[in-house]
């Protein structure tokens, strides 16, 4: 059955929750809590805070090494909507999908199927979980504070902290595509190559792209899947949608070899 969603740890204009049909433990949301919010440096920063938390209470509590993440962009799923989680509301929304060596159900196997045969995760074991993932995160919040390093970091003029990333992305045909209209947006350097990692500067570009993508012929939404980049360089898949398409391209994607690994 679906649970009323579960608030986990609110920041300043993100919020991390625990969805109304989570399809395991590791199915967390990161949700803006005012639409109206513009996604701007501050907001992009504050998402990347989010997200950074969310991932390292998911290591903590369920010892998850790898973590997915799924999005839509001006697109709602619809009908059984394979390959895409359920419509949490019209604010925009992210769905981290930890993955853990032990885990009894992967996301992918939730998601090839139609969204009324998918079997959430029981709420007892969800309860169990949650408790420590707000505690991870309130002292992760707390020694975030606590950083002086975060206090500058508040502080940095928007086009000095922006500006310096927005040109670092790559935009390329996927070596097998799922769909005419399915394209990869990466950022230009690994992680593993000794440059800073991700940074809010990085977001804004990659949602300036986003953006552009749907403004193409025969496109009027995305659907998104970022895989847990390893030591490569992190990767948005992003799969152009419309209400008339004859096939759906998260069910394409979802059997690609290269990406079965994220999700299944």
Sequence with gaps: MNLSRRLLFASAFWEVARPRTALNAGHLLIRLTNPAVAFDLRSAADWLWCHNAARQALVEVLGASRCTVVFAHQWHPIGAAIGEPEVESSTPTFHLFGRWATEPVTPGEQLRL????????????????????????????????????????????????????????????????????????????????????????????????????????????????VPEPGDGPLEVHAMGRSAGESVNPMQEFLALPEVSQALL
């Design 114 to 225: 139609p969204a009324q045969r998918r079997v959430p995760a029981a709420a007892e074991e969800l309860q169990e979980c949650d408790g420590g993932l707000r505690t991870a995160m309130r002292r992760l919040a707390m020694e975030r504070q606590a950083d002086p390093r975060w206090q500058v970091e508040t502080t940095l003029p928007g086009d000095t902290a922006a500006n310096s990333h927005l040109g670092e992305l790559v935009v390329a045909p996927p070596r097998l595509k799922a769909g005419a209209h399915h394209t990869v947006l990466s950022t230009a350097l690994a992680p593993s190559s000794g440059e800073p990692g991700l940074r809010p500067g990085h977001l804004l570009a990659l949602a300036a792209s986003l953006q552009s993508m749907t403004e193409r012929p025969g496109v009027s939404g995305l659907s998104c899947v």
